[in-house]
């Protein structure tokens, strides 16, 4: 179900809902410049079917939300991320933030920690500080492929894009071509409007780095990181995990900046497993979720 949902400055964000709105909510955060649907059809409906109440939506300057006429930072898009849950009447929601869509979530369970049960950060970073430099090799900003020189024309762009998702997927695990390029086009589809998402880069520069504040988090938090993550060298997660407090770790063998769509089970299944032990129970049950038991070491490290 498509929703519309008034920032606090009257920008109109645009929201998708899948399962029962009266089960625990789970919002997913989108990277810089990426609309809500990259986050792969699949793996909303597996969190649903898992008993969740899952919600997607468009940053400001990306697909059916609305461009903001100012300069924001990450604290800015933290602000839309609590209208989506207020506007829907979802929280306290389980947060699922990916790459800088992690600093977001981030920054909202610093601003509003009564909108959020627990967190989940894929790929992400606590900022600059992380003892690891970000990777020069990767794609310029955190979730979507690299701007490069102007093209020819409109196949070239597109070709330009699977490209781009090609580096973030990473050399590791076998690419998707029909997949990138089918999201490559629905993405363009899915804005009428003049592309504006490079605000997102601005907003990032203008965003501090986060390490000392959220060692004040007290919000249970599962750090997902790639080995192969070229955006955010595996460090970045590790920084994470010694800065929250009680959080998490998962490192994954062969994952890069963006897991691939036929991930989508093994890191729903991850994610479930976090969610159940952050819920309180009464869920529904979802085979899914079992995989965890078994692709997934019991210890937090490895």
Known sequence: MERTIAADDGLLLWAETFGDRRDPAVLLVMGATAPGIVWPDELCRLLASAGYYVVRYDHR?????????AAYDLSTMAADAAAVIAGLDAG???VVGQSAGG?????????????????????????????ARRSRTGPSDASEPEAGPPAA????????????????????????????SDLVDRVAEHSSERDTSARHLAAMARTPALTDRITALRVPTLVVHGEQDRVFPVEHGEAL????????????????????PHWSSTIGALIVGHLRRNSGGGEKRHPGA?????LWPKHDVY
Request: proline letters at 9%.
């Open 153 to 180: 024309g409109p196949e070239e762009r597109r070709a330009m894009a699977v490209e781009g998702w090609r580096g973030l997927v990473g050399a590791a695990v076998p690419f998707d071509r029909a997949y990138w």
């Open 241 to 260: 995990r010694r800065a929250i407090p009680d959080a998490r770790l998962r490192r994954i063998p062969g994952m890069g900046h963006i897991f691939p």
């Open 103 to 131: 600093t977001v979530s981030l920054l909202l369970a610093l601003g509003r920690p009564g909108l959020v049960r627990s967190l989940v950060l894929l790929s992400s970073s606590p900022g600059t500080d992380a003892g």
């Open 290 to 294: 079992l995989a965890q038991e078994i």
């Open 92 to 94: 306290p929601a389980h």
């Open 61 to 69: 300057d990306t697909g059916r939300s609305g461009k903001s006429s």
